[in-house]
């Protein structure tokens, strides 16, 4: 059994972005910028958007942190947004979800240019990844465990992927780009959710099983077939008052029960979480390219 | 064994699309205008075309149809959809595929207002799609497979449904649909393609399969499992001497063999096309509504 250490595959992935962003700023193109907006107090979104502008900062990206009071009228914001879509020096436009009631996500997502979508929520984004074109921005789960498959070398051709859950963040995506015709890619996939009855019995045919449900510890042993990768995509916070933070994070994998009898798996934390990071910065890059 | 009749159902649905369009016209709405537009002299693509205006013309809908040379200059075409894009007569433009190779189809199929696109082949309405939006439009052949489905009450929910074939027409789309929290749907999805290993072993565990990859009497007997629902969305031309056409229209499923197995299964023809036009019918008639 090997761990599929998503920490370092992230630092490789950031340092080579690194070298990349200094030659770019050292023959005098543009260097990427990340608008962030964040609304509200809520304590992962501060969490994730603070992992996110610390990141641009280390490889020598721009970052713009934007962060609204909960209370901020809907208007306001998409004029912000329309703002950040008509500033030249922006490449990259992220708005971290979820947003208080009053605020229609779909309306916000939508009125980011696609261009500068480097989340890859904005519906022509998913269609382009859907159709497999190259200048789609792939949301930065599934495209994190692309870019972990690859540089890992997993072998996907051919392979059987379940996948449990089909949310439009992970799961779906992820089903659509393991099975298109491409390298990684050209699994035969299998998208699983809540009313399928024979889950067991179709995890123990899978090659690669990806659990992103949101069920901690939900994919048992007797689910997994010998040498199976499996890619845990859970990020539960579990109370936990030994923690410095209060919780722990647990994914939807037992890993201590199913590890030994896999190939390869992920680990949570150090696994899929900073790929997506790596991920949403890896898109950042593409966008400052393309844009310039 | 029951045959899922696709001209009978098809039927039903113009019909009901025919009253519904009287009514808007009795009470002084609009009705319904699809613009199609064709290139050259391709066969297929001339009977297709017909078939479209014959049933806009059977049902009460406004057809224009516009042919051009197949040298006619890409720009020359853009310039039409804009043109029609514009008119706030038309509600649903179409342009039939293949297009000659010296124009770009990516940027036809782009250029068509996503509010007109009742083909539903641009970005913006696949993304919708996935993320099973209301205003999506669906492209004709898995909408009108999803509607064959519904109007027979086949059930879906928790069944596994194996799709041969990944195109983005076809393939792709319906693995979507059917797996989405929606009715129909909520199936577990798996979606073979050329690269598929054991198909023979994924198809014998579906309770639907759809057989989407356009090779003559692919699928055989010994891959369908006693009592599933076979759906062929084959219809490839055979050369045919004793046909006044010159061929017959073959699907992709080794009918006389497999029918006896199943509780329900399509013919072809009668199947799945007259569910296209239907399905193009229904989006047609949408656009007209949602547009006034």
Do not use: W
Not at 116 to 140: T, Y
Request: aromatic share 4%; net charge neutral.
């Amino acid at each position: 059994m090997q761990i599929l250490n998503g920490k370092k595959t992230a630092k490789e992935i950031l340092d080579t972005l690194e070298i990349d962003v200094a030659q770019r700023a050292a023959t005098g193109k543009k260097v990427p910028h990340l608008a962030a907006i964040l609304v509200g107090n809520d304590g992962a979104s501060e969490t994730y958007v603070a992992s996110k502008v610390k990141a641009c900062n280390q490889i020598g990206f721009i970052s713009t942190l934007i962060h609204f009071d909960d209370k901020v009228a809907e208007q306001r914001l998409l004029e912000k947004i329309e703002e950040l879509n008509e500033d030249m020096s922006v490449d990259g436009i992220l708005v971290q979800l979820p947003l208080p009631a009053h605020i229609s996500e779909k309306k916000v997502i939508e009125s980011i240019s696609p261009l500068k979508d480097v989340d890859g929520f904005h519906p022509e984004n998913i269609g382009r990844m859907v159709l497999g074109e190259e200048e789609a921005f792939i949301s930065a789960t599934p495209h994190g465990i692309m870019l972990l498959l690859e540089h890992n070398k997993i072998p996907t051709k051919g392979k059987h992927a379940v996948i449990i859950g089909r949310s439009h963040i992970v799961g779906r995506p992820l089903s659509i780009l393991l099975s298109n015709n491409s390298k990684p890619g050209n699994c035969t996939v299998t998208v699983c959710h809540s009313k399928t009855i024979n889950l067991k019995e179709i995890c123990l045919q899978a090659d690669i099983i990806v659990a992103a449900l949101g069920v901690p510890k939900f994919l048992k042993v007797d689910m997994v077939k010998e040498g199976a990768v499996v890619i845990d995509v859970g990020i539960t916070r579990v109370p936990d008052a030994g923690k410095k933070k209060g919780y722990r994070i647990v994914g939807d994998v037992d890993f201590d029960e199913v590890a030994p009898k896999c190939s390869y798996i992920t680990p949570v934390p150090g696994g899929v979480g900073p790929m997506t990071i790596a991920a949403l910065m890896k898109n950042t890059f593409k966008a400052c390219v393309e844009r310039n």
